[in-house]
């Protein structure tokens, strides 16, 4: 089983900042993976596919880049309603998993 | 419009049986595979499982074979999650989701609102 491990735990950062999240792969998954954000209470929304594609309604600030086994997500001024968990998912290989996620909070 | 719509919040005791449902709307149900995705109070994420309703073809994540048994009918365009025997360990959030339909693209792109499960005695 493939493990993603996110990276920092926890993000403080203010609105208007950059915000930088990292997700390593215990292997290889090629291009084969996704990103979602997480609001309280809501359930997941996906960001990115694809390791670098926006999905539909995406604004975009959101970018993602990578490949093999280190990925980014990139924020690049974040607004009041980004402040959320994001959690990357491989699926390039049975059983897909996800990590365990980044909280982004407001400094 | 895309939805999946769950049924309500349950609360259960240890060793009682529950079936979780989730109904697709403003798609072609049979052709897209539904997964189930567990997230315990205050934790991450976890894939549970997909089924391709069209054929009822399953795939189990190793962590959840043999503990819970997804099912489809899509003559009414509804999956679901069902346990024989709930633990108190079941207790969590657990979405529905739609597989995209891109090719070799096991993620998902419309989710359900999610389905509380509570397990006490």
């Known amino acids: 089983e493939i493990v993603l491990t996110q990276s920092p735990g926890t993000l403080s950062l203010s609105p208007g900042e950059r915000a930088t999240l990292s997700c390593r792969a215990s292997q290889s998954v090629s291009s084969y993976l996704a990103w979602y954000q997480q609001k309280p209470g809501q359930a997941p929304r996906l960001l990115i596919y694809?390791?670098?594609s926006r999905a539909t309604g995406i604004p975009d600030r959101f970018s993602g880049s990578g490949s093999g086994t280190d990925f980014t997500l990139t924020i690049s001024r974040l607004e009041p309603e980004d402040f959320a968990v994001y959690y990357c998912q491989q699926y390039g290989s049975s059983p897909r998993t996800f990590g365990q996620g980044t909280k982004v909070e407001i400094k | 419009e895309v939805q999946l719509v769950q049924s309500g919040a349950e609360v259960k005791k240890p060793g009682e049986s529950l079936k979780i449902s989730c109904k697709g709307s403003g798609y072609s149900f049979p052709i897209y595979w539904i997964g189930w995705v567990r997230q315990k109070p205050g934790k991450g994420l976890e894939w549970m499982g997909i089924?391709?309703?069209?054929?009822?073809?399953?795939r189990y994540s190793p962590s959840f074979q043999g503990q819970v048994t997804i099912s489809a009918d899509r003559s009414i365009s509804t999956a679901y999650l069902q346990w024989s025997s709930l633990k108190a360990s079941d207790t969590a959030m657990y979405y529905c989701?739609?597989?995209?339909?891109?090719?070799?693209?096991?993620?998902?792109?419309?989710w359900g609102q999610g389905t509380l499960v509570t397990v006490s005695s």
């Open positions: 089924i391709f309703p069209g054929d009822s073809d399953t």
């Open positions: 694809g390791a670098s």
């Open positions: 989701a739609r597989r995209s339909p891109n090719s070799s693209s096991w993620y998902f792109d419309y």
